[in-house]
């Protein structure tokens, strides 16, 4: 079965530390995965998608197939970096399907 | 102001009543999806439609009907409220090209569902 599971459901760290929010996932086939993201009051938004290899307001987030993961890192955190984090993966038939993750809320402390 | 719009923002309403969400995009996407979030903040997709016409349709009870009179709008109505039908619905859009389905999709600001 398709599943994203994201293990933390908060994560809490200090402004200017580093900051990796783990993703794991289960797909028979070459998945799709993308990390969503909403910041308080605002709505849900396309953060990165890991076949374009891009950075977007300093994260990163690399697709291991080996380990079934695609984790969401940045080297050093912001306050503004505080919001909730969705991680999603594609279905298997072409029709637009995305399967969420849990979601984990990222708190960057002062 | 391009934008998925949803109304209403808050729904009250009491078990057994049927209510029903509108959701509006004006940004020329040809898709448009529904999701449930529960109280533990897990995303599920319900449906979506492709100019019009239904392309995922989850395991949703029957109670939850969709209906997309145009591209531009997919409004959900839902028969006979209960309990674990409160939550947050929210509503999106996205732009096919030929022979694939984006997965850029664009969220609206949702729906509070309460049910009492």
């Known amino acids: 079965a398709q599943r994203v599971t994201q293990p933390e459901k908060l994560l809490s760290v200090f402004k200017g530390a580093p900051v990796e929010l783990k993703c794991n996932y289960s797909?028979?086939?070459?998945?799709?995965l993308f990390w969503y993201v909403q910041y308080s009051r605002q709505r849900l938004q396309l953060l990165l998608r890991?076949?374009s290899r891009e950075s977007i307001k300093g994260f990163t987030a690399d697709l291991n197939k080996g380990e079934t993961s695609f984790h969401l890192k940045k080297p050093f955190a912001q306050e503004e970096d505080s919001a909730m984090y969705y991680c999603?993966?594609?279905?298997?038939?072409?029709?637009?399907?995305?399967?969420f993750g849990q979601g984990t809320t990222l708190q960057v402390k002062p | 102001d391009t934008a998925v719009s949803q109304t209403p923002k808050y729904l009250v309403t009491q078990m057994g009543n049927d209510k029903s969400i509108k959701c509006e995009q004006n940004l020329g996407h040809d898709t448009m999806y529904w999701y449930k979030q529960d109280s533990k903040k897990f995303l599920k997709i319900m449906f979506s439609y492709n100019n019009k016409e239904l392309i995922i349709n989850e395991t949703v009870p029957n109670r939850f009907s969709p209906k997309s009179p145009d591209k531009a709008h997919l409004n959900l109505h839902i028969n006979s409220l209960e309990l674990g039908d409160s939550a947050v619905y929210f509503c999106?859009?996205?732009?096919?090209?030929?022979?694939?389905?984006?997965?850029?999709?664009?969220f609206g600001p949702g729906t509070r569902l309460t049910v009492t």
């Open positions: 999106a859009s996205s732009q096919t090209t030929p022979g694939h389905f984006s997965y850029e999709q664009y």
């Open positions: 999603a993966l594609t279905g298997s038939s072409n029709t637009g399907k995305l399967i």
């Open positions: 890991h076949i």
């Open positions: 797909y028979s086939g070459s998945p799709e």
